[in-house]
């Protein structure tokens, strides 16, 4: 019987900040398992799953007894401790590291908050709700959305290959996971950004078949969406 894993991500797919650990540990193929806990059914609401995180959320990383919150610090956790994850994931230069940790900082209230924002007013709030989009609302969300992207092109990716310079990091891969979550609404949030088109495709082909394995579940989402137009 094979011995089980001792390093275990609990995870929901269509969650962004899951698939951006999945992808890393796939990716270098660091031995782990996996839990899904189905945040369509609220099972991170269980007893169960509030004992091992009380603020009822995905990603959790367990190892052994240690165990860890926050896609931002798994990710680095991850870096740190796994030696077949290579250092230009998360420089230990520090000048480097510090502008990996100046992007995720931000990531949280800007990439992440505004795609979200999008994708949960575009399709999760019309689908749990029954009614219609709210088109004043992803209007005002829309807009936000257009700041953070130029932001994005013109403060971190500038004219570099990644986010944080020559070397994809942990910032190329937690932003991608971010952008692609409008998608399962039917919207291409890079459309009009050619730049950050070719940055993507840039991260896309760097992470491989974990890229597209991580997003499948999105995808399905997509062509049912696109099925039903
Ligand atoms: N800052 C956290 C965010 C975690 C988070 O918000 N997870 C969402 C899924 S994307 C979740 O579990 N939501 C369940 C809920 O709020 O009930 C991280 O980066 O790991």
């Known amino acids: 019987m094979a011995a089980s894993p001792t390093l275990v991500l609990h995870l929901d797919l269509l969650s962004q900040p899951c698939r951006a650990v999945h992808i890393l540990l796939r990716l270098y193929r660091v031995q782990h398992g996996v839990r899904t806990v189905a945040l369509r059914r609220g099972e991170q609401l269980t007893p169960e799953f509030s004992r091992l995180n009380p603020m009822q959320k995905v990603p959790v990383l367990v190892e052994h007894d240690f165990v860890l919150t926050e896609s931002d610090a798994i990710l680095k956790y991850l870096v740190n401790k796994y030696p077949e994850i290579p250092q230009h994931w998360y420089p230990r230069q520090p000048e480097r590291r510090a502008r990996v940790d ?97 940055w993507s495709s840039r991260v896309q082909s760097a992470l491989g078949e974990s890229f597209d394995h991580a997003h499948s579940v999105l995808y399905a989402l997509r062509d049912r969406n696109k099925a039903k137009l």
């Open 102 to 198: 100046e992007y995720t900082a931000w990531h949280h209230t800007h990439t992440r908050a505004h795609c979200s924002r999008v994708f949960i007013l575009e399709f999760l709030a019309p689908r749990l709700s029954g009614s219609a989009v709210d088109a004043v609302a992803l209007q005002g969300a829309l807009a936000e959305l257009r700041v953070t992207l130029d932001q994005l092109d013109a403060m971190f990716l500038r004219r570099q290959s990644f986010l944080c310079g020559e070397d994809i990091t942990l910032a190329d891969l937690l932003a991608i996971c971010e952008l692609m979550q409008p998608l399962g609404g039917g919207r291409d949030v890079l459309e009009q950004h050619p730049k950050l088109q070719r």
